[in-house]
């Protein structure tokens, strides 16, 4: 056996921690960058975030323009204004697009822009080599878990491309997770970062990439899942179902960041950028299909995930793997995820090129390869 675990720093999990955001800061920095998401930068909490800093004689740029997913032009921009202003260091209170944004600036300020060098595939190959200045995740989606991720996903709407500049330098020194602050997310974004974060939670449990690790907090992540998500979704004010789902969200994080995906990520990447679908939601659209395609191959793991769902036992394995595919069908359909790609009328000879597209460190993970052609036959009846 080997494997490496690499994780935030230090994670701080509490309902009302953000009003003790200066206290847990003050030891990272003087001069921050804070990359704040547009639904956030205007809120009373924002005001109170701004006293505390002033009352803790720290000095502060806000940036609250983090529209839609972020790209690398964006990155570029933020690191010009930190640059700017000395900021010594970058704290993103927002969803995983605001986080990506920050985590990028964070390795940008020192390393240099710009980001599209860095990024995996499409760029230059270029690597972060200095240390980040140090950074601070503060989530307001219970999903990504990119509060705990060492990867910050970036676009680019001229280059056409969605990929990651990754180190593991760029990982955060200090993760807040303050569920209060999930609260207000709309039943859309709950349902399409909440069905992120339990792809992200079943891909790393049935991975051939697997450790005990990422075992033991898979099976506490999944359990939540199964608790929580569809309570928080029916509402956003339970509080209770919000802890549990930022809990499942950081846990899937921490999973996934040291054993791999699969191939709903796989595919759902390709489908979501050409088709301009949520991430979350397309990776939703792929999870139970993959489930039923792999269940046969990881029998005895469906059959676990079925028994965390649902809180219950079965008769036989076969069961209760059926009962973990019926459970995601269910849970998508009842927050409105679609069941199919169908609604986008994906014309039949994009085909070869969205199977194409597909692969990568994702699909490689996943417990079933299936070769292109495999795929693209498979797909016509998703598609
Ligand atoms: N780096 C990683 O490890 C990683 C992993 C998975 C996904 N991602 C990336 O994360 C991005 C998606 O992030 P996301 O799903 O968190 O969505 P998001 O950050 O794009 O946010 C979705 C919408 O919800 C709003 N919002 C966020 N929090 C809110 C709140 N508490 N109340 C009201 N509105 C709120 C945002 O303003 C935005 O309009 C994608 O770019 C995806 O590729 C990154
Ligand atoms: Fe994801």
């Excluded at 605001?98 to 190959?125: Q, R, W």
């Excluded at 849970?331 to 069941?339: R, S």
Aim: glycine share 10%; charged share 20%.
């Amino acid at each position: 056996m080997e494997f490496t675990f690499l994780t935030a720093n230090k994670i701080v999990f509490k309902s009302g921690a953000i009003n003790e955001l200066a206290t847990h800061v003050k030891s990272l920095g003087t001069n921050f960058m804070l990359v704040v998401d547009p639904f956030f930068y205007t809120s009373p909490t924002m005001e109170s975030i701004k006293k505390q800093f002033d009352d803790a004689g720290l000095r502060y740029t806000a940036f609250g323009d983090v529209k839609g997913e972020p790209t690398v032009e964006l990155a570029d921009e933020i690191t010009g204004i930190a640059l700017k202003s000395g900021c010594d260091a970058v704290i993103s209170i927002g969803g995983g697009s605001c986080i990506d944004a920050g985590k990028s600036t964070a390795a940008l300020i020192t390393n240099g822009t710009p980001a599209v060098d860095y990024m995996e595939v499409v760029g230059k190959g270029k690597k972060v080599t200095i240390p980040p200045v140090p950074f601070i995740a503060v989530p307001t989606t219970a999903g990504t878990g990119s509060e705990v991720t060492k990867n910050a996903v970036l676009g680019s709407h001229i280059m056409n491309f969605k990929r990651s500049m990754r180190s593991d330098m760029m990982i955060a020194n200090l993760t807040l997770v303050d569920p209060q602050l999930t609260i207000g997310c709309p039943k859309r974004v709950t349902a399409n970062s909440g069905i992120d974060a339990a792809t992200h939670l079943i891909e790393a449990f049935t991975t051939w990439r697997e450790t005990p690790i990422s075992y033991g907090l898979c099976i506490s992540g999944i359990e939540l899942i199964g608790k929580y998500l569809r309570r928080a979704y029916d509402d956003g004010t339970d509080l209770e179902s919000r802890e549990g789902m930022s809990a499942a969200a950081l846990i899937a994080g921490m999973a996934f960041a040291n054993s791999g995906l699969g191939a709903a990520h796989g595919v759902g990447m390709a489908v979501g950028i050409a088709y301009d679908v949520p991430h979350g939601e397309a990776c939703g659209i792929m999870l139970p299909h993959v489930m039923k395609l792999n269940s046969p191959h990881v029998l005895p793991k469906m059959a676990k995930i079925g028994e965390m769902l649902t809180g219950k036992r079965f008769a036989s394995e076969q069961e209760a793997a059926d009962a973990a595919v019926d459970f995601m069908f269910e849970l998508c359909a009842h927050m409105g995820i679609k069941p199919d790609f169908k609604h986008l009328s994906i014309p039949k000879e994009e085909i070869p090129a969205l199977a194409k597209a597909s692969f990568g460190t994702s699909m490689s993970s996943n417990p079933v390869q299936l070769t292109q052609e495999e795929w693209e036959e498979y797909f016509t009846t998703i598609m």
